[in-house]
């Protein structure tokens, strides 16, 4: 969040099954074939950091880096025991490195990441969980004003429904990412942080697994995060979002929404329908207009009736003009505190629809095209810059400003001002 907080720009994410034998076997094994392609959220930085030098990367470096990083952790108020404790015969783990330096090519189509994220097994499995754990989920709906089916959707998608957590040592994925040159600052704060929670007695360090990130839990929290918002809500004195019980976990990630404003019975989005001839400059996520206001322009739901008035909204058009036109909420962008990705936001309110007892999205997708790839995203906003059309970032990231960059550069050469950044659209760059 910002618990992970956002991933660069999708990467990868994680039930208690209600059946028995082979059975069990055969839901475990598809629901971990759809946890390696779910973006998972990420505390990162708000842009991608340009590659620097990594130092040459040892074993007697690490050892050496650990000793120089005692007197920071002690500087941030952890005890000498605590951090020699932790750190104590911690070695380096190359492949937590692999795992950094190739998850930044991870890319894949918002249909391609729903048709895993809210699939009809997770859909079941999610409400089974609900149903599993009806009580809790309602007694923490009740408290922090957080839909349960939203809970439940973030647990579906961070780690399977609790199933797949992570098993790798927080401690040792963190120091070898706080030595490594590329994000050292960054993660060395991930690194304090779980420290501090080791401090307070909230986990054992044996326990403190997580995915090679440091991301912890059934909802993978970063460390940050899990001091800022993690709750005691079974009442034990510790705040445990590791163990098999998700009591902790799920109160903390409906704390961490309504600390981010979440708005109980407002939708994240709902999916509606385009007029012919509408105005795709409008579908801009700084323009927002009552469902009111939307309707008389044509946009209404896919039940041909104005959508409820649940406040100001925008349009989003995640597959451009040939895809789902949905209309957002300020939900949307609670959301999106959690994991700044479009398809992770439309997976975690979609799935929770379809759990909630909602049938599968109406419209269509361009399924001819592919995600543009990491190098293709920043060839796009280098030559939209160029051309004078400028990104402001030289990020890979194709949010709200590379999108109205698109669009400029649409509107300049007669195309459909949808802002979707396709494989056409660099062609028509180059």
Request: hydrophobic share 40%; glycine share 10%; charged share 25%.
């Amino acid at each position: 969040m910002r618990v992970w907080l956002s991933a660069a720009a999708m990467t990868a994410a994680m039930m208690p099954g209600a059946s028995t034998g082979s059975e069990t076997k055969t839901t475990v094994k598809l629901a971990s074939a759809e946890v390696l392609t779910s973006p998972r959220p990420q505390l990162r930085p708000a842009r991608v950091d340009a590659v620097k030098p990594t130092a040459v990367a040892s074993e007697g470096g690490f050892q050496e880096w650990k000793v120089g990083f005692g007197p920071r952790a002690e500087a941030a108020g952890i005890k000498r025991s605590v951090w020699q404790g932790a750190l104590n015969g911690v070695s380096y783990d190359a492949e937590v490195i692999k795992r950094d330096r190739n998850q930044s090519e991870f890319t894949k189509t918002v249909w391609v990441y729903l048709d895993s994220a809210a699939s009809d097994l997770r859909v079941q499995n999610g409400r089974a969980a609900l149903k599993k754990r009806d009580a809790l989920l309602n007694r923490i709906e009740a408290k922090y004003g957080v839909e349960k089916e939203v809970v439940v959707a973030i647990w579906g998608l961070e780690s399977a429904y609790g199933t797949f957590r992570g098993s790798k040592s927080v401690i040792r994925s963190l120091a070898t990412l706080a030595y490594d040159a590329r994000r050292s600052e960054f993660f060395e704060e991930q690194l304090i942080a779980a420290l501090q929670i080791l401090q307070a007695g909230d986990v054992a360090s044996r326990n403190m697994n997580g995915s090679w990130a440091g991301a912890m839990g059934h909802t993978q929290f970063m460390p940050t995060s899990f001091l800022d918002y993690a709750v005691d809500h079974s009442g034990d004195g510790k705040r445990d979002i590791w163990s098999d019980d998700p009591t902790d976990a799920l109160a903390s990630t409906a704390a961490y929404l309504a600390a981010h404003g979440w708005t109980k019975g407002q939708p994240w989005g709902v999916e509606v329908t385009l007029p012919k001839g509408f105005d795709y400059t409008l579908a801009n996520r700084e323009i927002t207009k009552s469902p009111k206001e939307w309707a008389k322009l044509g946009v209404k739901g896919v039940n041909g009736k104005a959508v409820r008035n649940h406040g100001a909204a925008s349009i989003l058009l995640p597959g451009g003009a040939e895809g789902v036109p949905f209309m957002i909420f300020d939900n949307f962008e609670v959301l999106e505190s959690y994991n700044t990705a479009d398809a992770y936001v439309i997976g975690v309110g979609h799935l929770s629809d379809r759990i909630r007892g909602a049938g599968k999205l109406q419209g269509g997708w361009p399924r001819g095209d592919r995600a543009l790839t990491y190098d293709e995203r920043i060839e796009l906003q280098e030559r939209l810059t160029a051309k004078g059309f400028d990104t402001q970032k030289i990020d890979a990231k194709i949010g709200p400003l590379t999108i109205n960059a698109v669009r400029a550069y649409q509107v300049a050469n007669g195309m459909v001002p949808d802002g979707y950044a396709s494989p056409g659209l660099l062609q028509s760059l180059r």
